[in-house]
Every structure is written in C-alpha cells, then in structure tokens.
C-alpha cells in the first residue's frame, strides 16, 4: 500500500503567496473513473439508456482513454471485483498503465443491509459487513492501491423515531476500526453524501466525515496503524 505522505496539505500560505501558486503551478491532468461510468444502469425514473457491458468491455473502453488521461479505475467488490474480473484489472495494468485506484466494498445495495451495513443493529448483518470491508481492504492491499472508499450510502435513517444515534455511530467505527485492524496499513476514505439512498446518511456531510475519522482513529488497535497514525 503506497501511503503517500499527504502532510504538506497542511501548508498555509499567506494571500500573496498563494495567488502566486495559482498563477504559476502547472497540472499533469490524471483522471480516474468508476467502471459503473461506462455503462450506467437505469435510475429510479428511467431505464437504462445504453446496453449492458461486460467487464471485459468495460476495461477494453478504458483503455482506449488511456492517451486521454484516464489513468486509474475505481470498482466495487464483490460486483465488480471478484475473482473473475481480477486478472482483467491486473492485465489492463500491465498491458495499458491504467491501475486500480481503489477498490470500494459494496455495503449499501443488497437487501440484508436493509437496516444499515457497519451500523446494523442486527448482529449478524453487522459481521457480514465487516467481513465484506474486510476482504475489499486485502485486494486493496495486494493490488497496492491509494485507498479504500468507504461509502456510508445505506447506514442511516428515514424517520429519526427511535433511532439509537450514538450505539448506530459507535457500531459503524468499532466494525469499521475492526475491519482496518484486520488489514493494516489501508487508507481508509469515507466519502460523505447527506441523502440516497438512505433519507439521512448516518455520516452524510463533510464535517460528520471528520467526526468519524476521528472517533474510528481512536478504536484502532494494531500496532500497524498506531504507527503510521
């Protein structure tokens, strides 16, 4: 896993200096797209409006983006990365320099996380996301990517009626700080969205997402990650 050092986000520069960046720093434009990009699927008023694609032809369309700029894809496990569609991503690698960013486990579409994935209050749904988050973090690492997205999309609420808010957040980071125990040294990324599909997501703005980092932060464990913390 290539933690790159992200401290010197944390320069301040006086107005000066920063309007000088702006006027002379140069971009080496480097995209990234998720393979649900190239073949989308319907939505909740429409059907789809391209035919459905294969991995394979997925990846050979990304391919020919590659003099572009598109230089990493982003994909889901297991759905879209499993171990059918590995060796697919490992070649486009090889052969055409187009990389997997991350790979993002899939904890918001299948009918067990009804009730929420890492926040579930059912205690063997609960598990399975934590397994699930689990085994996307060992591809993350094998594959030596630059993080691991980590979407809250499904844990949250409706109608806040009994809800249980501070033992939802605390299920959510002990599963998660679990998770990245199991596989240490991932960057985890938690990617804030406020709604859908979940009416309220459990952390669903920026600073809810700070929040969280910092409370899964303090329940890791291993040696591992205290180190690079």
């Known amino acids: 896993m290539p933690l790159k050092d992200v401290r010197a986000q944390a320069k301040r520069r006086a107005p000066a200096a920063l309007v000088k960046q702006l006027k002379t720093f140069k971009l080496d434009l480097k995209f990234s797209a998720g393979v649900w990009f190239f073949a989308p699927g319907g939505g909740r008023f429409h059907d789809r409006y391209v035919d459905p694609m294969t991995m394979e032809q997925i990846l050979d369309?990304?391919?020919g983006l590659k003099k572009h700029?598109?230089?990493?894809l982003e994909a889901h496990y297991p759905n879209e990365v499993n171990e059918k569609t590995l060796p697919l991503f490992r070649a486009l690698q090889k052969q055409v320099g187009i990389r997997l960013i991350t790979v993002v486990?899939?904890?918001?579409?299948e009918k067990q996380f009804e009730f929420g994935a890492l926040s579930s209050p059912i205690a063997r749904v609960h598990r399975n996301a934590v397994r699930r988050a689990i085994e996307a973090f060992q591809i993350n690492k094998a594959l030596g990517?630059?993080?691991?997205i980590v979407w809250p999309g499904i844990d949250g609420y409706e109608n806040s009626f009994g809800m249980d808010f501070v033992a939802a957040r605390d299920r959510f980071c002990a599963g998660l700080a679990q998770a990245m125990d199991a596989v240490p040294?991932?960057?985890?990324?938690?990617?804030?969205?406020?709604?859908?599909?979940?009416?309220?997501i459990l952390y669903g703005t920026t600073p809810e997402g700070l929040l969280m980092a910092m409370k899964t932060e303090g329940m890791l464990k291993s040696a591992g990650n205290k180190a690079i913390l």
């Open 69 to 72: 700029g598109l230089v990493g």
């Open 145 to 148: 990517t630059d993080f691991a």
């Open 105 to 109: 486990p899939n904890l918001f579409y």
């Open 185 to 200: 040294g991932v960057r985890v990324a938690e990617e804030p969205k406020p709604y859908e599909p979940r009416g309220h």
């Open 61 to 63: 369309v990304a391919a």
